[in-house]
């Protein structure tokens, strides 16, 4: 019953290369967010959506970009991507009245 | 700005005893959530609870339990018999209400939690 689906799992890239990762949901939320969690951090925000076509940057954004055309999908761009940029991201939703997330299950991104 | 401080990065205690998870934030809204959440080995985000921040009441929940205190900005989670399915990395997290901002969640560091049998 997932309403919020990350792809790919699992992503294997060369240092240079473009890569974007896909969030989609099937709540009908309004906010969504990207973050990044590394060992001694947690979790961090790279960028976040609160509306179609209306996106912020949080704390970790260099390198990054966003989009999002629909309400149900939110995609983030390493556009060149570099070693610094291997992590577990995490997209995630939340919607007026709620205080709160609903997690996908994640990406694992490896940048060789 | 908001922050979350989880001092301690790993703890270890050997099955049914129990344990504490410190949480320290800082915020300079009178309104705010607290959450605390667990990821386990294979990776998702649990979530656990949410207290605001004009609810000061213990909460017990099975054999977990959190106490929120204002007075000190603490959210500390205690875990009673600990076991090995605890095992696991626990995060607490601030969202501000009152700042405008679309609810972003200021997350700590996380506590790795090792249980043993």
């Known amino acids: 019953d997932a309403g919020i689906t990350q792809s790919p799992r699992h992503k294997v890239t060369e240092t240079g290369t473009p890569v974007t990762l896909r969030c989609h949901q099937t709540e009908n939320h309004r906010y969504m967010y990207w973050y990044r969690q590394d060992p001694g951090h947690g979790l961090r925000l790279i960028h976040y959506s609160y509306g179609v076509k209306d996106t912020d940057k949080g704390e970790v954004s260099d390198g990054y970009s966003v989009s999002r055309s629909k309400t149900e999908d939110f995609l983030l761009t390493l556009e060149s991507a570099t070693s610094s940029q291997t992590s577990v991201y995490f997209c995630?939703?939340?919607?007026?009245?709620?205080?709160?997330?609903?997690f996908g299950s994640g990406t694992r991104l490896t940048v060789v | 700005a908001q922050k979350v401080t989880q001092a301690q990065t790993e703890i270890s205690v050997v099955e049914k005893e129990d344990v504490t998870l410190d949480c320290v934030y800082e915020t300079r809204d009178t309104t705010y959530y607290l959450f605390w959440y667990k990821q386990p080995p294979s990776g998702e985000l649990v979530f656990l609870i949410r207290?605001?921040?004009?609810?000061?009441q213990n909460e017990i929940s099975g054999r977990y339990s959190w106490n929120f205190q204002k007075s000190t900005s603490s959210f500390n989670f205690t875990i009673t018999a600990s076991q090995v399915v605890d095992s696991a990395v626990y995060f607490c997290a601030l969202s501000e209400i009152s700042s405008g901002s679309a609810r972003q969640l200021t997350f700590g560091s996380g506590t790795q939690l090792t249980v043993l049998p």
């Open positions: 995630a939703i939340s919607d007026v009245g709620i205080y709160g997330y609903t």
């Open positions: 207290r605001n921040s004009f609810d000061e």
